[in-house]
């Protein structure tokens, strides 16, 4: 696809702003009823994804140049998803989204990028992860473990831990005790040391398009060589990456999240929760698990018109309306730990607000992250819960790191330090 395959989607635009909400039968209240952290922070419509396409259309039809201003409109975005759902629910059969990451692309392509981006992707050139690591360390996380390495040994499951997860000194405490869990169940697995490649998702979110397709092509043929079918990985990021744009680039691997894993392992009896924890929890989808996180749908059709203006897909193109994302795993997870009390924030599922976290923003624009991540706190505190748990490392960092200096955070917690204390 190319930004010119969203032209009819930019005409087709109402400017209605419905993507700048929660989608409307959704809301709870006033207070909780925004949907698209963009908007709020700049409150001008460039930074909506209708202003995007209105962005698009302009430079398509050639009547805008790309300024300075035009960049930070393209690129101050999460790339949550959270208008692309509104839009289609709200509105059409559009997608936003994807315009937006087609937009990106061709500013990335013709040149005109953030210096501040262009900085981690070169140093994601160098060194292969996103977080300015040595690669030689990527695998040093699992060193005592005694798990399989699968570049010498065989396994069918292959446990990708991520970039974050691999090298973020308090954050890879989740990766050893989600290797605990699976060693726990006994499950045959292992995982790929410093031959682990970052997914490229990332880059991908960024515009460098062509550094995420090295990425793929690394990947899939480490793990052909190494024999794997299923990858499993505690990261969000990596989790939508694979099932959804490696997918759509031809992979069939199997891809689960831990939380689909361990939610199986408990359905049949593997896993069991013997001890109690008594603790009010509210739990945080992140976007790449929850509203993206649904599987790619194949579609190969055609655009038509009918009565020669209005444009049709024929067959209808697969609607991706987050409705099929990760949300019950976790959450069967969470209510079946004895003693916990799971307490859901109005912005939920697929109307949930973004961490702030994705998209490029974190590194190009960490104020703007920031807020993000600060509403998203101030709507979990407002459940009077104890604790803001989820399942995705940028989560994670970005909410501890909004709370720094705050001399009462509220509490995060991924979900597998849960099931590691209730087994
Ligand atoms: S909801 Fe859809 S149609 Fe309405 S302004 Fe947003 S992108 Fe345009
Ligand atoms: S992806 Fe998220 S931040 Fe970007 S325009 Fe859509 S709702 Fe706003």
Request: net charge positive; hydrophobic share 35%.
């Amino acid at each position: 696809m190319a930004l010119e395959d969203y032209k009819n989607d930019a005409l087709r635009c109402t400017r209605c702003a419905y993507c700048k909400w929660i989608p409307i039968d959704l809301i709870k209240s006033w207070r909780f009823s925004k949907g698209c952290p963009s908007i709020e922070f700049n409150n001008f419509h460039s930074y909506s994804a209708g202003g995007r396409l209105v962005t698009a259309l302009s430079l398509l039809e050639g009547r805008i140049e790309v300024t300075d201003k035009v960049k930070e409109s393209v690129f101050m975005c999460q790339l949550c998803g959270n208008c692309d759902v509104t839009c289609k629910i709200c509105r059409y059969d559009m997608e936003p989204l994807a315009a937006m990451h087609e937009l990106r692309f061709r500013l990335v392509e013709d040149g005109k990028t953030l210096p501040q981006s262009d900085k981690v992707i070169e140093s994601y050139r160098k060194l292969g992860n996103m977080i300015k690591k040595p690669k030689s360390k990527r695998g040093d996380w699992a060193k005592e473990l005694k798990i399989k390495n699968l570049s010498k040994e065989k396994a069918g499951i292959l446990f990708h831990a991520g970039c974050q997860y691999s090298y973020d000194p308090e954050l890879q405490k989740i990766a050893r005790i989600s290797i605990g869990i699976l060693k726990k169940a006994k499950v045959d697995f292992g995982v790929l040391g410093q031959h682990e490649g970052c997914c490229g998702g990332r880059a991908y979110h960024m515009g460098y398009k062509k550094d995420y397709e090295d990425a793929l092509a690394y990947n899939i043929s480490a793990w052909k060589k190494a024999g794997v079918t299923t990858i499993v990985t505690p990261c969000a990021d990596c989790y939508h990456t694979f099932k959804r744009l490696y997918a759509k680039d031809g992979s069939k691997i199997e891809v689960l999240h831990m939380v689909e894993f361990v939610n199986r392992l408990i359905k049949e009896g593997t896993l069991k929760f013997k001890k109690k924890i008594n603790i009010k929890v509210t739990y945080h989808d992140p976007c790449y698990l929850g509203r993206q996180g649904e599987p790619y749908v194949e579609w190969n059709g055609r655009e038509k018109k009918i009565f020669g203006q209005a444009v049709v897909y024929d067959p209808p193109k697969p609607r991706y309306i987050g409705a099929y994302g990760i949300y019950e795993q976790p959450r069967n997870i969470l209510k079946a730990i004895p003693g916990l009390k799971l307490i859901e924030m109005e912005r939920n599922r697929e109307a949930a607000w973004c961490c702030g976290a994705g998209g490029g923003v974190k590194e190009a624009y960490p104020e703007f992250s920031e807020a993000t991540a600060l509403e998203r706190i101030e709507e979990a505190r407002s459940t009077k819960a104890e604790a803001l748990v989820t399942a995705c490392p940028w989560c994670e960092k970005n909410f501890m790191e909004a709370q720094a200096g705050n001399d009462k955070p509220l509490k995060v917690i991924d979900i597998m330090e849960l099931v590691e204390q209730a087994l």
